[in-house]
Nanobody, 127 residues
Framework: QVQLVESGGGLVQAGGSLRVSCGVS????????MGWFRQAPGKEREFVAA????????YYTDSVKGRFTISRDNTKNTVELQMNDLKPEDTAVYYCAADRVAAVGPLGADRRVYDYWGQGTHVTVSS
């Protein structure tokens, strides 16, 4: 059974940085495309970033380009999202997601593509 566990959320001031991590077990990690999604209060869950199984390809939603970086360590079965220059509108619960066949690109930005999800970690950015 695939398990995803996020960590690293918290409270940060606008302009600050935060890193969230996700550990994966129960499936060969280097066979999984990994994604990060977020859900703000009262809003739908939205795509943030994705990374290919090898780490060679990444894709970001426009609002985080240049500020967020997704990376993975296939030796540790972890994926991270480094978030810089955070804004109050980045406040949300951040979810790690995994899939065996998702594309890294616009088609892979659909949450319905992903089979496995973590429980989420809260990120709050104060103004």
């Amino acid at each position: 059974q695939v398990q995803l566990v996020e960590s690293g959320g918290g409270l940060v001031q606008a302009g600050g940085s935060l890193r969230v991590s996700c550990g994966v077990s129960g499936f060969p990690f280097n066979n999984l495309v990994m994604g990060w999604f977020r859900q703000a209060p009262g809003k739908e869950r939205e795509f943030v970033a994705a990374i290919s199984w090898s780490g060679d390809s990444t894709y970001y939603t426009d609002s985080v380009k240049g500020r967020f970086t997704i990376s993975r360590d296939n030796t540790k079965n972890t994926v991270e999202l480094q978030m810089n220059d955070l804004k109050p509108e980045d406040t949300a619960v951040y979810y790690c997601a995994a899939d065996r066949v998702a594309a890294v690109g616009p088609l892979g930005a659909d949450r319905r593509v992903y089979d496995y999800w973590g429980q989420g970690t809260h990120v709050t950015v104060s103004s």
